[in-house]
C-alpha cells in the first residue's frame, strides 16, 4: 500500500488561484483598508467549491506583521460561544495579545455557571496560558479563590508588578460591573472585552480573523418556526471586532442586513466560483494528469468544484492507469471509491460517521468492523484531500465525501457504527474525569459526543442523557450541556420530519431537550424563557426527565411570583414521582410551605424528606435543616433556630459545599439581628463580602438587611438608613421581590423612630401588599398588623390584610405562644419610636 505524497496535492492547490485574482484583489483591498470600524469579507460559494482551501491560502498570503486566527464551525464544540472564544485567546494569546480583562471575565462566566468548583490550574479555563490567572493562583498558594470581579480584581492587586496593567485592570468600568450582571448580560460582556483586547492589540499590529463554515452553525430550523439564534453571538462579536478583518466563508450571503441595515457598509461579499477549464486542466496536470482528453473529460465532470478535481486526482495517485474517464461529479466520486482498496473504502464508510476522529476513534471502528485499524492505513487515509487535519492530530472529512460515503451504508450499520462511537466518547469521559487522559478535546465534549451517537443509535434513554448533562457539568461544560440540547432539537426535527408524529420515545427525548434548556435558562435568570419552556400540563411525572422538567418549571414560576402554582406543580412531583428527583421535589414542596405560613406542615415533611435522603445526598440534608433554621426564625423561636443552623453548617461542612456555608454566614447574620446585634453588624459584614466573591445579589440583599436591623436596635439609625439603600439595590438587582417587602418593613421602623409617622404606615402597608401578592410571610403580615396597632398607625387595609392572613398561619405549639414571641420582637424596635 503506497502513501499518497502530500506535496502534490499543495502543489495543484497553489494553482487553482490563478483565477480567482478578484477575490485576492478585494483581499488585498480589505486588509489595505483595515480601521477603527469593523470589516467582514463574505467568501460565499457553493459546497466543495473550495471555501476552505481559500481561507488557508488567504492567511499563508498575509503578511508576517498581522496576527491571524482562525475558527472552524464545522466543529460542533466550536460552535459555542464559550469554547470559541477560548479558542481564539489561546491562538491570539500566542501572538502577543494581552487578554488580561477578558481573562477576568472569561472566569468570572465560568465560575457563574460552575459555583461548585474552584479556580485552580486544573479546572481553571486556559489558566497556564493566562498570566493574571496564573499569578493570581500562584499567589493564592494553595487557597480557595473564587471567582468573582471583584475577588479576582482585588487578588490582581496583590499578585500583579506591572503597574499599567495592574492599573487598567482595577480602574475598567466594565470589570466593575461584572458582578452585577446576569448571566446573559455577562455572555455579552465577556464578548465585549475580547473585542476591546483586540481593538487593543491593533493599535501595534492588525489581525485578521478567518470564519469557516457559517452554515454549520445555523441548524435546521425547528417546526413552527422556531429557530436557535445560533449565530447571534458570532454577529454579536464580529460586530465589535474594530481594528481588524473577518473573513467569513459560507454558502450562501449573509443576510446580517435584514436584522440591521448597518451590517450593509460592514459586509462585503466576495463570491466564489468554479474554476475556469483552464485552471482545471492546469490543476490536473500538476497533478501528474497530462492527457489532454483525459484532463478535460474530468474538468467538465467536476464543474469547476476543486473538492471533486482533488478527488480524481486522489483516484490517479491510487491508480494511475487508464480508466473509463467520468462523465459527471458523482462518478468521480464513483472512480474514486471503486479503485482505493475495499477495506480502505470501507473503512472511510464508517469513519464518516463519526463528527471527528482521530487516531484512537479509527481504531475503534476497525477493532469493531474487523477491518484493518494499523498507523500505515491510518497515514494512507488521513492523506486524502478530503481529509481535513485538525488539532492535536484529530481530522473532519469532506462534508460532500460524508454524504457520498453514507449513502452506502445500511441504517442498521449506522446504529450500530454510532453505538460503538458511544461507549467510546463514554469510556473516555470516564478517563478524562478521572485524570488519566488528556486527548487535546475540552474536558466534557466526550460526554457531548456521546450523547450525539446515542441519539443517533437510538439506544441512549433520556434519563442517561441528563446523567450525562450533569455529568458535563461536575467537569466544567456547562456549554456542552447547551450543545447537547442543539443536537437534540436537530434529532427530534429531523425524526419528526421522517416519521411526522412523535411516539413515547421521541416524546422522552423532547422532555429531556426542554428540561435541560429550561434549567440553563434558570441559571441565567431568565425565568420567563423556562416558563415557555415547560407549560403546566396535566402529565404523568413517574419519570425522572418528567419530573424535573417540572420542578424547572415550578422553580421559574416562583420566581415569577406565582407561588401558589409553584406549589401545586411542587407538590404534583412530590406525590406522583419515586425516583432521583424525589429529595429535590420535597424539599421544594416543605420550602414554599413555610413561606406560605405551613410551619407544621412544612416542618413534618423536611423531616419525612430528611429520613429518605441517601448518605450522599449530605446536601440536601443541609439545605433541609437549613430550611427548618428559616422557619422556626420566623416564629421567633431563636433557640431552636440557633440549633438547626449549626446542623445545617455541619452537613455542608462534611461535603465542601461552598455556596451551602456561605448562605450560613448569611442566616447567622440575620439570626443574631435579633439575639446579639452587635455580633450581627460585624457577622453581616463578613457576609457581605462573602457573597460579593460569590456574586449572589439576594443573599448580598438579605445580609444588608441584617446589618440595618441591627442598627436600628443599637441607634445607629444613619448607618442603618445606609444599610438600607445597599440592600434594596442588591434585592432589586436580583428581583427578589418578598425580600425587598422585608426590608421595606424593618425600614418602617427606622422610619417610626425619626418621627416619620405617616410614612411608616404607607411603608408597613406597601410590604403587607408585596407579601399578599407574592403569597409568602402571612405571619410577618399579622406581625405588621400588630406593629400598626400598638403604634396607633392601623387602618382598614392593614386590618383587611391580616384577617386573610390570620388562617394561613399554623405555627407548632399555640398561636398564643407565636403571638408573645412577636410580641417581645415587635418591642425591640417600636418602643423608642412611640
Not at 491560502?57 to 498581522?66: A, C, G, M, S, V
Not at 463554515?213 to 449565530?231: I, K
Not at 420567563?528 to 419519570?543: C, E, F, K, M
Not at 457581605?688 to 442598627?711: C, F, N, P, S, W
Amino acid at each position: 500500500m503506497s502513501i499518497r505524497p502530500r506535496y502534490r496535492r499543495v502543489s495543484a492547490l497553489q494553482r487553482q488561484f490563478f483565477n480567482r485574482e478578484g477575490l485576492l484583489g478585494a483581499y488585498d483591498e480589505e486588509l489595505e483598508g483595515i480601521g477603527p470600524r469593523p470589516r467582514i469579507l463574505n467568501v460565499v460559494g457553493v459546497g466543495g467549491i473550495g471555501k476552505s482551501r481559500l481561507l488557508q491560502e488567504l492567511r499563508n498570503r498575509t503578511p508576517d506583521d498581522f496576527r491571524t486566527a482562525r475558527l472552524d464551525l464545522q466543529l460542533p464544540t466550536l460552535r459555542q460561544p464559550e469554547d470559541a472564544l477560548a479558542v481564539l485567546r489561546t491562538e491570539f494569546g500566542g501572538q502577543g495579545v494581552k487578554f488580561d480583562r477578558f481573562d477576568i471575565a472569561y472566569a468570572v462566566l465560568w465560575q457563574r455557571v460552575h459555583p461548585q468548583l474552584q479556580m485552580n490550574r486544573k479546572n481553571t479555563p486556559f489558566a497556564e496560558e493566562s498570566e493574571v490567572l496564573s499569578k493570581i493562583l500562584d499567589d493564592a498558594m494553595g487557597l480557595p479563590v473564587f471567582g468573582t470581579a471583584a475577588g479576582l480584581v482585588r487578588l490582581t492587586g496583590r499578585a500583579m508588578t506591572n503597574r499599567q496593567r495592574r492599573q487598567r485592570i482595577e480602574a475598567d468600568p466594565t470589570l466593575r460591573e461584572l458582578d452585577n450582571l446576569s448571566n446573559a448580560d455577562l455572555g455579552d460582556a465577556v464578548i465585549y472585552l475580547f473585542a476591546e483586547e483586540m481593538r487593543q492589540s491593533s493599535q501595534d499590529r492588525p489581525y485578521v480573523l478567518y470564519v469557516d463554515a457559517y452554515e454549520a452553525l445555523v441548524p435546521t430550523p425547528l417546526p413552527g418556526g422556531r429557530s436557535f439564534a445560533s449565530d447571534a453571538w458570532v454577529r454579536d462579536l464580529l460586530g465589535q471586532l474594530h481594528g481588524g478583518l473577518t473573513v467569513l466563508a459560507s454558502r450562501e450571503a449573509l443576510p446580517w442586513a435584514a436584522y440591521d441595515s448597518d451590517w450593509t457598509s460592514v459586509i462585503r461579499r466576495a463570491p466564489v466560483h468554479g474554476l475556469p477549464m483552464a485552471a482545471r486542466m492546469d490543476l490536473l496536470a500538476q497533478a501528474g494528469i497530462t492527457e489532454i482528453p483525459r484532463q478535460r473529460s474530468i474538468a467538465e465532470a467536476s464543474a469547476g468544484v476543486p473538492f471533486y478535481l482533488h478527488l480524481a486526482v486522489d483516484t490517479h495517485l491510487q491508480n494511475p492507469a487508464r480508466i473509463e474517464d467520468p462523465g459527471t461529479s458523482e462518478e468521480i466520486v464513483q472512480r474514486f471509491l471503486h479503485h482505493v482498496a475495499p477495506d480502505e473504502v470501507r473503512m472511510l464508510e464508517l469513519l464518516s460517521i463519526a463528527r471527528t476522529f482521530d487516531l484512537e476513534v479509527f481504531r475503534v471502528v476497525g477493532r469493531t468492523f474487523d477491518l484493518p485499524a494499523n498507523l500505515l492505513t491510518w497515514e494512507s487515509l488521513t492523506a486524502y484531500s478530503f481529509a481535513y487535519p485538525l488539532t492535536q492530530g484529530w481530522y473532519r472529512l469532506h462534508q460532500l465525501m460524508v454524504v457520498a460515503l453514507q449513502r452506502h451504508l445500511s441504517p442498521a450499520v449506522k446504529r450500530h457504527v454510532h453505538a460503538a462511537l458511544r461507549e467510546h466518547w463514554e469510556g473516555l469521559a470516564e478517563r478524562m474525569e478521572d485524570g488519566a487522559e488528556n486527548t487535546g478535546v475540552a474536558r466534557s465534549s466526550p460526554l457531548r459526543e456521546a450523547v450525539y451517537h446515542g441519539l443517533q443509535a437510538e439506544n441512549l434513554p433520556s434519563e442517561r442523557i441528563l446523567r450525562h448533562a450533569d455529568r458535563a457539568i461536575r467537569m466544567s461544560g456547562r456549554q456542552a450541556v447547551d450543545g447537547m440540547v442543539k443536537d437534540l432539537r436537530e434529532h427530534l426535527a429531523s425524526r419528526q420530519d421522517v416519521a411526522g408524529d412523535r411516539g413515547p420515545v421521541l416524546a422522552a427525548l423532547q422532555d429531556a431537550a426542554d428540561c435541560l434548556e429550561a434549567e440553563s435558562k434558570l441559571e441565567l435568570g431568565e425565568a420567563a424563557a423556562a416558563i415557555a419552556l415547560t407549560p403546566v400540563l396535566d402529565v404523568s411525572v413517574r419519570s425522572v426527565v418528567s419530573a424535573r422538567l417540572a420542578l424547572a418549571g415550578a422553580n421559574a414560576r416562583r420566581i415569577a411570583g406565582e407561588s401558589g402554582l409553584a406549589a401545586s406543580i411542587f407538590q404534583t412531583v412530590w406525590d406522583g414521582h419515586d425516583g432521583a428527583a424525589r429529595t429535590s421535589a420535597g424539599l421544594c414542596v416543605a420550602d414554599i410551605r413555610m413561606w406560605q405560613g405551613d410551619f407544621v406542615g412544612a416542618f413534618a415533611l423536611a423531616e419525612q424528606v430528611h429520613g429518605t435522603c441517601s448518605p450522599e445526598e449530605r446536601g440536601i440534608r443541609g439545605d433541609l435543616k437549613r430550611l427548618m433554621h428559616l422557619g422556626h426564625r420566623f416564629l421567633m423561636d431563636f433557640g431552636r433556630a440557633e440549633e438547626l443552623l449549626t446542623q445545617a453548617e455541619d452537613e455542608y461542612r462534611a461535603v465542601g459545599a461552598v455556596i451551602g456555608l456561605a448562605n450560613i454566614r448569611t442566616n447567622r447574620a440575620e439570626l443574631l439581628a435579633f439575639t446579639d446585634p452587635e455580633s450581627a453588624v460585624v457577622e453581616a459584614g463578613e457576609a457581605v463580602e462573602i457573597q460579593r466573591d460569590l456574586g449572589a445579589q439576594h443573599e448580598i440583599g438579605k445580609a444588608y438587611t441584617a446589618m440595618g436591623i441591627a442598627q436600628i436596635r443599637l441607634g445607629r439609625l444613619d448607618r442603618a438608613e445606609l444599610s438600607f439603600v445597599n440592600a434594596n439595590a442588591a434585592l432589586d438587582r436580583a428581583g427578589y421581590r418578598s425580600g425587598r417587602a422585608r426590608a421595606d418593613m424593618f425600614r418602617a421602623f427606622l422610619l417610626l423612630r425619626r418621627g416619620d409617622r405617616e410614612a411608616t404606615r404607607a411603608l408597613l402597608r406597601h410590604a403587607a401588599r408585596e407579601f399578599e401578592t407574592c403569597q409568602v410571610y402571612p405571619s410577618l403580615i399579622l406581625a405588621i398588623h400588630r406593629a400598626a396597632e400598638r403604634t396607633g398607625l392601623d387602618d382598614p387595609e392593614l386590618h383587611a390584610l391580616a384577617e386573610r392572613a390570620r388562617p394561613t398561619v399554623r405555627p407548632p405549639g399555640s398561636v398564643e405562644d407565636l403571638g408573645r414571641r412577636t410580641e417581645a420582637v415587635l418591642s425591640m424596635f417600636i418602643e423608642v419610636g412611640l
